[in-house]
């Protein structure tokens, strides 16, 4: 049981580039979420899912794509990266039967 | 709207003593929960503790507790005899029920233990 998983955990882009931040677990989770962490402002919520096929925004979606094909994978899309997306970004899954949601180790992210 | 504020941006104190991690919430949900995470400087983010906001028992594990005041919107963490190893940035974040997931986070507490 690998818990949740992110891929890579760096990353540098220049900028108009674009990439996909994979993210998966094997807990069978309903709810998968994407946020990131920038310094002093905690964590914000970019993009969730509350099962396979259902996405919706959270408080920063501009720039960032996601899907949910499966239960397992979230992954998170970012079109044509900006400096501004420089940050840590951190995918997180919760099953619906619980109220903790389980972290991934992150990925750092530099758009130059 | 949700909010999450820890007013301390950073808290330095020396192995031993007792440090105290404040959090006031907004929120006009009447069922909620609250959170606190820890971040050591490896990054990844620990799970403390969650507490319901029916729920106003405080809560003790170890040297960790959790003072819980609806009345007042706080969700206070503190440390007793804190150690080296307490030093970590600490998170409080709120989700109200009617959202399955939606955390908002606080910006943090930078604890700094000195031995």
Redesign the interface.
């Known amino acids: 049981n690998a818990g949740v998983t992110q891929t890579p955990k760096f990353q540098v882009l220049k900028t108009g580039q674009s990439m996909t931040l994979q993210c998966a677990q094997d807990m069978n989770h309903e709810?998968?979420?994407w946020?990131r962490q920038d310094p002093?402002?905690?964590?914000?919520?970019i993009h969730?899912?509350?099962g396979a096929g259902i996405t919706d925004q959270?408080e920063v979606p501009n720039g960032y794509n996601v899907s949910r094909s499966t239960t397992e994978d979230f992954p998170l899309r970012l079109l044509s990266a900006a400096p501004s997306q420089t940050s840590?970004y951190?995918c997180?899954s919760?099953s619906?039967m619980t109220?903790?949601?389980?972290?991934g180790?992150?990925t750092r992210l530099t758009v130059t | 709207a949700q909010k999450v504020t820890q007013a301390q941006t950073e808290i330095s104190v020396v192995e031993k003593e007792d440090v105290t991690l404040d959090c006031v919430y907004e929120t006009r949900d009447t069922t909620y929960y609250l959170f606190w995470y820890k971040q050591p400087p490896s990054g990844e983010l620990v799970f403390l503790i969650r507490r319901n906001s029916f729920d106003e028992q405080n809560e003790i594990s170890g040297r960790y507790s959790w003072n819980f005041q609806k009345s007042t919107s706080s969700f206070n963490f503190t440390i007793t005899a804190s150690q080296v190893v307490d030093s970590a940035v600490y998170f409080c974040a709120l989700r109200p029920a009617q959202y399955g997931n939606k955390l908002v986070f606080g910006a943090g507490t930078i604890l700094r233990v000195k031995s």
Do not use: H, N, T, W
């Not at chain 1, 002093?40 to 919520?45: D, H, T, V």
């Not at chain 1, 109220?99 to 972290?103: G, L, V």
């Open positions: 709810y998968m979420s946020y002093g402002m905690g964590l914000r919520l969730y899912s509350v959270g840590v951190f997180a919760r619906g109220y903790e949601q389980y972290f180790p992150g």
